[in-house]
């Protein structure tokens, strides 16, 4: 925290511009030896949050020219003097900045360092610096609004309510242990009872919000299985709206994995389409089957496409194994042509619904995606000012508090005495405060914080 870090906070990718971002005590005094202003004038906390117009030198020669706006303590995102210098975008510009920072006194930035610090001073706690992250690596309008949600500070509004009402309980119950030590029979315990059974109910209810919520964030892995030449390829064109993928009459065309995101309903879903499964010699065609059941174990979803114009066989069979282990929809496809398919046999050996498509007319593609929405989020899913957890590890918390909560009322219930049941209280009390950050180790920052970019 002593040092102060620099890194390229934009991609390093050919842009209009690019920023480097130092922060630290010295941060300001560092930028000022390389930058010379148009208007010469010196920069003091007159010039705070002020864009400044000049030049960026090593020694006597000009690397770019620049826009930089110094930010003096403690009013900034990491609660430092933080100074923005904007070069030009591309690579050689952003390093020679950067390299310049470094060489005048900066030390280069971990991951997340930035925003790490903005948690150690204070100025977010640990679920809102969490969702900096997330809201980076949105893919989707509801999946960013869930992390502005978060950001603004609602999900640990939440768990300070639920910690306050918590410390509520172990404020009465240290009371009543310190000053009724032979009286515990006749302590007024109806009203800790209640309190814990309706914290433990909105715990519940917030717990229940993390399928939604990861949902949410993560969206829905789905692939598409089936024999060669069911037609999948086609159905992910279909649902992509694009060629994607190559599509002929020859079985095995797709051998590879292909993986393409869409946004259905607002939820991001990432599609692989997938060598058709069957017994092969092939040795490139065997590891694209290897891979195609893969990607369906590692799936939240699978769609089954049979081919309505073929019988059943032993391949199908195989497929319709795999499918009915995991959450599938199966589809038949080319219902355009004369049906060969039993399809009252197939529905006797499979545990999922059907759905009829033509992929070469482009019918009944409105139908899968529908069914696929009313799957996973009855159709419907809002990020409104709903609070959601959609980070496993503040479901592991929370899952962490609820168990011990409940252990609490459970003792209350049996008349334990009351410093036995306090003990799961405080551990209920803790586990909330790895949420926010109150009560976290040092190894668990470092790996959240891990997870971020270089120059966030
Ligand atoms: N009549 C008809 N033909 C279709 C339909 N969907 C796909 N086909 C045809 O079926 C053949 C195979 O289609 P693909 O999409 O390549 O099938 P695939 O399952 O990806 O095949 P592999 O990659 O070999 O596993 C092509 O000739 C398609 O034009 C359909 O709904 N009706
Ligand atoms: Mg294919």
């Known amino acids: 925290m002593e040092d102060t870090i620099v890194a390229i906070a934009t991609s390093t990718a050919e842009a209009g511009i690019g920023i480097v971002r130092a922060s630290g005590e010295k941060s300001i005094e560092i930028v000022k030896k390389i930058f010379v202003p148009f208007d010469k004038k010196n920069i003091d906390k007159s010039s705070n949050k002020i864009m400044k117009y000049g030049h960026i030198y090593d020694g006597d020669q000009i690397v770019d020219e620049v826009m930089v ?59 809102q610096a969490e969702s900096v992250i ?25 768990i300070k309510e639920f910690r306050s009402c918590i410390m509520d309980i172990l404020t009465f119950v240290e009371y009543s242990i310190n000053f009724t030590e032979d009286m515990q ?28 919520g990861k949902i ?14 069911v037609g999948k390829s086609s159905i992910l064109n279909r649902i992509l709206k694009q060629e994607r993928a190559i599509v002929t009459n020859i079985a095995g065309t797709t051998r590879d994995l292909i993986n393409e995101n ?13 060598a058709g499964i069957r017994e092969t010699n092939d040795v490139v065609e065997k590891i694209g089957v290897q891979k195609s059941i893969e990607a369906s174990e590692n799936s939240d979803l699978n769609l089954v496409i049979f081919d309505i114009s073929r019988s059943l066989d032993k391949e199908d069979e195989k497929i319709i194994k795999i499918a009915n282990s995991k959450k599938s929809i199966g589809i038949l496809n080319k219902i355009d042509i004369e049906k060969k398919l039993d399809v009252n046999k197939l529905k006797e050996k499979i545990n999922f619904e059907l759905l009829e498509i033509s992929a070469l007319e482009n019918k009944g593609i409105e139908n899968l995606e529908n069914k696929i929405s009313n799957m996973f989020f009855d159709g419907k899913l809002e990020a409104k000012d709903d609070v959601l957890i959609t980070n496993i590890r503040h479901e592991n918390s929370l899952k962490e508090a609820y168990k011990n909560l409940s252990l609490f009322l459970e003792d209350i219930k049996k008349n334990v005495p009351l410093d036995c049941c306090e003990v799961n209280l405080k551990l ?8 926010t950050g109150e ?18």
């Open 428 to 435: 209920a009390y803790e586990s909330l405060g790895e949420i």
């Open 185 to 212: 029979d006749d302590l007024p315990l109806d009203d800790t009872i209640l309190k814990s059974e309706n914290l433990l109910n909105d715990m519940k209810t917030l717990l229940e919000s993390s399928n939604k």
């Open 439 to 456: 009560s976290i180790s040092e190894d668990i920052l470092d790996n959240i914080f891990s997870n971020f970019c270089i120059g966030k």
């Open 216 to 229: 949410l964030k993560n969206g829905i892995n789905v692939s598409i299985i089936g024999k060669p030449n």
């Open 262 to 274: 869409i946004e259905l309903c607002g939820i991001n879903l990432s599609i692989n389409d997938t």
């Open 69 to 127: 706006c110094f930010m003096f303590a403690p009013h900034t995102y990491t609660r430092e003097n933080v100074v923005e210098i904007y070069t030009h975008g591309g690579i050689v510009c952003l390093k020679r900045v950067l390299e310049l920072c470094l060489k005048n006194g900066c030390v280069m930035a971990e991951k997340g360092e930035f925003t790490k610090r903005a948690f150690l001073n204070g100025r977010l706690d640990l679920s």
């Open 134 to 158: 997330d809201l980076i690596k949105a893919k989707t309008n509801l999946a960013h609004k869930s992390a502005i949600n978060q950001l603004e500070g609602h999900l640990s509004k939440k």
